[in-house]
């Protein structure tokens, strides 16, 4: 891992350390190829994969969860019952507000961008084994690059807003930050023409249930935070 504050002051160090008991390993993934694959996966297991529907209402019974969703382009609602319901809808999913869980959810919200990237070009850290942390550029926050098969994933977020000045705009921290991830690292660019893609990170804002009581339905990724 490559640690940087304010793009200087590097360290480069292993994620374990010496004589460390665990052999930690970190896996980068295209997640359209990922979670494509581990749909197909359940598919071939024998689970029915049903696209393009929301959730708009769970009713949990003495031996099961009913739950109700509307289908686009169908005028009616998709019903399934079950004896349990794992919500894993992401950090703004559905299934925790109608279960009544994460009422205190804190989600903050990150920006980055996938620039196409060939292997052993650019910056001499620039490395598949290297992934890439930055702190001092985001006020309250950070930076990262995760490099891909075919691009980077540079990206940034603010954690605490309690660190921004009340003139600061954080879209425009964010897009500076990347674009100084991009001039540190000697990889050309215009700021101006990438394409920027802002998605939610939820964080930790004190001990919640994942569960209901009667252990029907449960949370699980980033829809539990």
């Known amino acids: 891992m490559r640690h940087t504050w304010n793009f200087t002051n590097k360290a480069t160090e292993a994620i374990n350390p010496p004589n ?47 739950i109700r969703a509307t289908q686009n382009n169908n005028r ?11 919500g894993a809808d992401g950090a703004k999913g559905q299934v925790s507000k109608l279960a009544g869980l994460r009422l205190n959810r804190k989600n903050i919200t990150a920006i980055e961008i996938e620039y196409p990237y060939e292997q052993g070009s650019g910056h001499h850290d620039l490395q598949p084994d290297i992934l890439h942390l930055e702190y001092g550029a985001v006020p309250g926050g950070y930076a990262w690059i995760f490099q891909k098969k075919d691009h980077l994933n540079i990206g940034a977020a603010i954690i605490d807003n309690r660190f921004l000045r009340a003139d600061q705009n954080q879209k425009e921290i964010l897009h500076k930050a990347i674009s ?15 394409t920027y893609f802002a998605h939610p990170i939820p964080i930790w804002n004190g001990k919640e249930r994942l569960h209901t009581n009667d252990n029907k339905i449960l949370l699980i990724g980033d829809a539990a935070g």
């Open 20 to 66: 460390s008991e665990n052999d930690l390993s970190i896996w980068m993934v295209r997640r359209s190829v990922f979670d494509n694959a581990l749909a197909m996966q359940a598919v071939k297991a024998g689970a029915d994969l049903i696209e393009e529907t929301t959730v708009s209402s769970i009713k949990r019974g003495n031996d099961e969860v009913e």
């Open 76 to 86: 009616e609602d998709f019903i399934a019952k079950s004896r349990y319901l794992i």
């Open 180 to 194: 100084g991830y991009l001039n540190h690292l000697g990889i050309p660019h215009d700021k101006d023409k990438l």
